[in-house]
């Protein structure tokens, strides 16, 4: 299994997008040390290039390219935050992209996609497979996976090891989890360190917590998450990597979902999107098991509808 | 006039609050500096200790009482976050706290002064200042004014002298100004260094502009702001201060408010108060007039009503 990424294999990443990518800050919060009994550090990825860790794995996949199947391009599809992560990533390659995004895709985020000079093609969701499948017949383009691709995994790593060096002495790094690319890349980083690596997972959408216990990649449930961007089932690469680290996966309800987000917007002023609060509705429903640890929580995103925050003062 | 503030007032103040307040971060943001035409940096006051820069100069205050003075306890009233600076400076230095709230506060901040061990006394808002008057009869505590203080203006001169290390060269520093405490302060440093510190108040309460205007101390305009801090008339130190050294004001509608607490939300992933969001939407409105320069912009508080966020995914 080459695909297997490797401790180095994050440490090259990091070397390679470190000009393109946010150191992003840690914060802490008393609040959440009082109601867990651990000593909590949060990594804001919400603060991260395009709002979200996903600019890490694009950036690194796009530079790895070679220069042939660069000026091929890039395309994918996506509704979310990894659109922009690769549309970004052409732009600092200065390569054409092009993202396949759902009719119903909120301007905002269009404008995002746009913005970064990437061509945007837009079909009904059930049809998106079929539309890249198309658009790449005809150009050529390279397909760069939101999660089941190694240099994308890297990537993805690059946040759990910029969390090592900046907390020393971490017992575990808890992520969210939905295809599986930020929690590979952060099993890499922990196995390295001999410490846990944690997932994080709406229960509604539980596939990857009944996959590595059962020990079969089961496909997404199909329901829905205040989540959005945990939606997914595992990827394959997510799966091996996983089930070989022994990673453990911690689910959660809708409800404690949005807590872990008000609370986080009460005591830390920080706006973090649901799928990126999961890690610390962890935390909070599971704290007996992080008791007197020290406890790494990657905010993964911050892309969250404003469009009415500020509006009824 | 020996309550004018200093820069080395401010410097001592530095010292002595150093152990009990947050350095906060420096944030940038490519969406302002493209609409702006200027290089912005915003200092994360909002991520200060009781989530705004009070907590800097109750506890300079505090901490500067004598020991007979500080026996006494002390009291103060707020509807706001001066009320909670004031009970965690008091809880710091381990001395009584009692603070008069309006019998319509919020739960949340009555449970956060509750929760530095203060005493909250309610009463109707109109009689704060006699209920005050008549708790420091019987108890001779001293009373910690928000603004109207050396002590208090030196501690949040604090927010700007940090400012001022954290950022090289910057050309002005903008401050939302309600009372002026935190202007002064930031003039104290301003001054200094020979840049410019600039107020951002609403108009709709433009008390201070008009003060400053004319040279006449005019009292607070009775109307009501989404800036809920900045209500207050500008006090006699500030009106001295800001008046010698020549302080410019701009003026931002209810609405350049609100969209600059939006776009702070959006672009920059931080929970800011209306209140805090004043010096922005000034370097919006007035863009003009800060092309090609560095301006520093302080968010000076993230207190803001969060109970519905997060509930409507």
């Known amino acids: ?32 040390d009082s109601i867990s009994d651990a000593t909590v550090f949060l990594k804001a990825e919400n603060l991260q290039r395009v709002g979200a ?6 950036v690194n996949a796009v530079l790895s390219l070679s220069d042939i199947e660069a000026r091929r391009g890039v395309a994918t599809h996506s509704s979310g935050n990894h659109g922009q992560a690769v549309a970004y990533a052409c732009a600092i390659r200065g390569i054409p992209a092009t993202i396949v995004m759902p009719e119903n895709a909120t301007p905002v985020k269009v404008d995002a996609v746009e913005g970064y000079g990437a061509t945007v093609v837009f079909c009904p969701q059930p049809e998106r497979e079929h539309r890249l ?6 150009s050529q383009a390279v397909v760069v996976h939101p ?9 993805q790593g690059t946040a759990s090891l910029e969390f ?17 690319g930020l929690l590979s890349g952060a099993s890499a980083v922990a196995a390295n360190l001999g410490i846990r690596a944690i997932g994080a997972e709406p229960e509604i959408v539980d596939d990857s917590y009944r996959s590595l216990r059962d020990g079969v990649r089961y496909p997404a449930t199909g329901d829905i998450s205040v989540g959005d961007g945990l939606l997914t089932g595992i990827g394959q690469i997510p799966f091996e990597m996983l089930s070989r680290a022994d990673v453990e996966i911690l689910t ?30 962890a935390l909070i429903r599971y704290a007996r098991q992080f008791s007197g640890e020290r406890v790494g929580i990657i905010l993964s995103g911050g892309n969250v509808d404003l469009s009415r925050f500020g509006t009824t003062e």
Chains 1, 2 share one sequence.
């Not at 860790?53 to 694009?58: D, E, I, P, V, W």
């Not at 999660?147 to 990537?155: K, L, N, P, T």
Request: charged fraction near 25%; charge should be negative.
């Open 53 to 58: 860790f996903k600019a890490r794995g694009a």
């Open 133 to 138: 499948a198309e658009i790449v017949a005809t």
């Open 1 to 32: 299994m080459t695909d297997i990424v490797t401790y180095e294999d994050v440490v090259d990443a990091a070397n390679r997008i470190a000009p393109h990518v946010h150191r992003t800050p840690v914060f802490t919060s008393r609040h959440l």
């Open 252 to 281: 959660v309800s809708e409800e404690e979902i949005l807590l872990a987000m008000r609370t986080l917007a009460e005591r830390t002023k920080l706006i973090v999107e649901p799928s990126g609060a999961t890690g610390v509705a």
């Open 164 to 180: 090592v060096e900046q907390v020393d002495s971490l017992d575990a790094i808890i992520t969210p989890i939905g295809g599986g």
């Open 147 to 155: 999660f089941d691709d190694h240099d994308v995994i890297a990537g």
